[in-house]
């Protein structure tokens, strides 16, 4: 019997959970008898063209503050006309699947009939403390979207984002962890389109958005701390605040922004390692993708995905937690040996395939 998915997001910003979200409408229709269309909430996109087939955008130009009490309606109405659309043309849903904290308040506020699923990308616990410290209603307006997930069927994308959901204010209906499928053959190959991009300078990498739980702060700490000849690239869009912290750290000679990537798998290939400290993740898609390449990675053994991902084989690369010092230190460990050679024991459990049947045997 046919499956019809429907994936809803709030935009395609260029981010892991965007990504995976691309990667999963793709899993789902090479599954035999299964077709599944994607929603974004806004007109958002830094991956370019989408199929118009399987990719709906709302016409709403900003993907900012949409579930905002003068936003929420219009989008509400938007989403579902929108499905009355695309069902009339090929046949109702079977289920839903909702992705980030702002789609998922929008879609618990439509009421759908048929099965959602809310998918989980982060950690509640050190998401809730970010917006603390930014101030009160910050954290107020993100624990208010966190609540739309009560008494909800939930899909986590790690073990460690799934153990939060025992919070007293947050029952959950249900929650399963699915892993955020990964194609292996794809990623290599265009890891292989194109040259070497600093064909004459060996570099660390950096891939994620500028913001407060990536830690820029303390990658430049750690970096400035090595004395080896390596330049660290940063797949990140240029800002003024960047910038100032590059200049910060005396950096502005041995950092280069070379903006967002649509294709970062041919910078990973050619790197010595991929860096990542973040304070927390929900599942960091760069390590993963740096792993199926055969680029190791440097990470802070941050809480949600580095150890869960590594599953204690090689943990000479994850340094303590919230340490720009350690970090600093197993990089220098790291750069003073010859390139390892190895393969990942975990990469089946991140297959498209393995994905999209764990979504399906939900409502199977």
């Known amino acids: 019997m046919s499956k019809r ?21 793709k899993a789902f229709n090479a599954v035999p008898d299964t077709s599944a269309h994607l929603i974004t909430l806004s007109q958002k996109n830094d991956y370019g063209n989408v199929d118009p087939t399987k990719v709906t955008m709302l016409p709403v130009a900003s993907s900012k503050s949409l579930d905002s009490f003068f936003k929420r309606g219009k989008v509400i109405y938007l989403l579902k006309q929108a499905i009355a659309n695309i069902e009339q043309e090929h046949g109702a849903f079977d289920v839903i699947f909702s992705h980030l904290e702002v789609t998922n308040a929008i879609v618990a506020a439509a009421g759908f009939t048929c099965p ?14 970010c917006e603390k410290s930014r101030g009160p209603f910050k954290y107020f307006k993100l624990k208010q979207r966190l609540k739309a997930l009560k008494n909800k069927d939930v899909i986590c994308v790690s073990q460690g984002s799934a153990s939060e959901f025992t919070l007293p204010w947050l029952p959950v209906k249900s929650c399963q962890v699915i892993y955020n499928p990964f194609d292996a053959q794809e990623i290599i190959a265009q890891s292989q389109q194109g040259e070497n991009p600093f064909p004459n300078q060996p570099y660390l990498l950096h891939v994620g958005r500028f913001g407060r ?17 390596e330049i660290l690239v940063l797949l990140i869009k240029q800002s003024n605040k960047l910038t100032k912290l590059i200049k910060k750290y005396g950096l502005e000679h041995r950092v280069v922004v070379a903006g967002f990537q649509s294709n970062p ?23 993963v993708e740096s792993l199926l390449i055969g680029t190791p990675f440097i990470a802070n053994d941050c809480p949600n995905g580095p150890k869960e991902i590594l599953a204690d084989w090689q943990p000479d690369w994850l340094a303590v937690a919230g340490s720009g010092e350690d970090l600093a230190r197993k990089l220098a460990d790291f750069l003073r040996q010859p390139a390892p050679q190895f393969s990942w024991p975990k990469a089946n459990l991140f297959s498209p395939e393995h994905s999209a049947n764990a979504y399906l045997a939900l409502i199977s």
């Open 116 to 129: 959602v699923f809310y998918v989980h990308h982060n950690s509640i616990q050190q998401e809730l403390l």
């Open 213 to 229: 739980a990536k830690r820029h702060d303390r990658l430049f700490e750690a970096f400035a701390q090595l004395t080896g000849p």
């Open 5 to 25: 998915v429907l994936l809803v997001i709030s935009s395609l910003n260029g981010g892991g959970a965007e990504m995976a979200v691309l990667r999963m409408l």
């Open 265 to 287: 798998y041919r910078y990973m290939k050619h790197a010595r390692c991929v860096v990542l400290s973040s304070d927390y993740e929900g599942l960091p898609n760069v390590m």
